[in-house]
């Protein structure tokens, strides 16, 4: 079945270290979505990618970049990691032209 | 850009009574409003959406309005049981946007048996 899936789903690290979070969907979909989930702030956009070679900057990106090498992949990368970006990530995906966002598992981060 | 606005942050109620959470929205642009349903642990998933051609839609025990007016809109759980306690969180989306939507701050629903 179709599907979109993150990775890993835990993840410890320490301030400073280089993290990348991987989302992979097996749709098709040429639109894919980074977000963070805190408590209190809901979900906030870090980037988005709306096909190959095309990546932009969200509501949150500081900090963090995405490239897209190909329509299934949208690697997530946390250049040196603060505690600031302990959080829950989700990656979400669309198809074109059409509205419903459908999100990954999650992936927990902490930063010590 | 969008600013939504969601109430109430927390929301108990007891089994069989009705719940309602409401939004606003900013951005007179925006015709597509979701709702997602979050469970403890679990993705949020798509429950119902409207689009600003309507004003009203339903499913089953759960509807949602729209008020392109006042730009506000309601999500209405009738019957709620505990499996309908999670965290449910509404956004907006504008198509001249391209469908990026943003989201409000959630309400944590929990219903007691």
């Known amino acids: 079945d179709a599907e979109i899936t993150q990775s890993p789903r835990h993840k410890i690290t320490e301030t400073g270290r280089q993290v990348t979070l991987a989302c992979h969907q097996t749709?098709?979909?040429?639109?894919m979505f980074w977000y963070r989930q805190d408590l209190g702030h809901g979900l906030r956009l870090i980037h988005y990618?709306?096909?190959?070679?095309?990546?932009n900057k969200g509501e949150v990106s500081d900090g963090y970049s995405v490239s897209r090498s190909n329509t299934e992949d949208l690697p997530l990368t946390l250049e040196s990691a603060a505690s600031s970006q302990t959080s829950v990530y989700f990656c979400?995906?669309?198809?074109?032209?059409?509205?419903?966002?459908?999100f990954g598992p999650g992936t927990r981060l902490l930063v010590l | 850009g969008e600013n939504v606005e969601q109430h109430p942050s927390t929301l108990s109620v007891q089994e069989g009574d009705s719940a309602v959470i409401k939004c606003t929205y900013s951005d007179s642009a925006s015709n597509y409003f979701p709702w997602y349903k979050q469970e403890l642990g679990k993705r949020p998933q798509l429950i119902i959406d409207i689009r600003s051609n309507v004003g009203e839609k339903k499913d089953q025990r759960i509807a949602v309005t729209l008020n392109k007016t006042a730009k506000h809109f309601s999500l209405h759980i009738t019957e709620t049981q505990p499996e309908d306690s999670a965290v449910y969180f509404c956004a907006a989306c504008a198509s001249g946007g391209s469908y990026i939507p943003t989201f409000g701050r959630g309400t944590s629903l929990i219903v007691h048996p």
């Open positions: 990618s709306y096909g190959v070679h095309d990546t």
């Open positions: 749709w098709n979909h040429n639109n």
């Open positions: 979400a995906s669309r198809r074109t032209a059409e509205e419903t966002q459908y």
